[in-house]
T-cell receptor
């Protein structure tokens, strides 16, 4: 089975801090994704990466950046955390090819105080 | 552009009753369609996916979904609800390989009453 591991289940940070969320997958997938999940809004794509050092903006990239230095690891960075970034963050990965599903980690619930 | 609409943010059924969760999509090309389930404090788990090989798709835990092109729908059903089915369900669409990411609906929370 595919394993996508997010480094923290719960995280509490303060406004203005730089925050790192880490995600590791063990299936050599080319594509990795970061979503945020908010009640009533479903999942919204922040960034994704289709190869090492390659990234593309999703639907809501403002206030975030990403890093992919190794194929198995995809980091989400909040440059200067704000209270409106309090949310559940979900990482996913998938292999390339038609109709391949995404595999998700358990999520990080981030609170910005 | 692709989009997904899930009708009903909350659905409540009795144990043993039929489960019907609605999903309509918009896509400019033949879509790839998925249903995911999310249990409390967990990530999303794939229930089933539409492969174009058959319009009726069977998934895990007794769920199935029917692709209806004329109605642009991909509704999820289960003949008899179980208490363990209580969760949030997400429909998702992809125009892959043109777009690698999925577009998700806003989710439907299923409550199962004893």
């Amino acid at each position: 089975d595919v394993k996508v591991t997010q480094s923290s289940r719960y995280l509490v940070k303060r406004t203005g801090e730089k925050v790192f969320l880490e995600c590791v997958q063990d299936m050599d997938h080319e594509n990795m994704f970061w979503y945020r999940q908010d009640p009533g809004l479903g999942l919204r794509l922040i960034y994704f990466s289709y190869d090492v050092k390659m990234k593309e903006k999703g639907d809501i990239p403002e206030g975030y950046s990403v890093s992919r230095e190794k194929k198995e690891r995809f980091s989400l960075i909040l440059e200067s955390a704000s209270t409106n970034q309090t949310s559940m963050y979900l990482c996913a990965s998938r292999t390339s090819g038609r109709n391949q599903p995404q595999h998700f980690g358990d999520g990080t619930r981030l609170s910005i105080l | 552009a692709q989009s997904v609409t899930q009708l009903g943010s909350h659905v409540s059924v009795s144990e043993g009753a039929l489960v019907l969760l609605r999903c309509n999509y918009s896509s400019s090309v033949p879509p790839y369609l998925f249903w995911y389930v999310q249990y409390p404090n967990q990530g999303l788990q794939l229930l089933l996916k539409y492969t174009s090989a058959a319009t009726l798709v069977k998934g895990i835990n007794g769920f199935e979904a029917e692709f209806k092109k004329s109605e642009t729908s991909f509704h999820l059903t289960k003949p008899s609800a179980h208490m363990s089915d209580a969760a949030e369900y997400f429909c998702a669409v992809s125009e892959s390989p043109g777009r690698r990411a999925l577009t998700f609906g806003s989710g439907t929370r299923l409550q199962v009453q004893p």
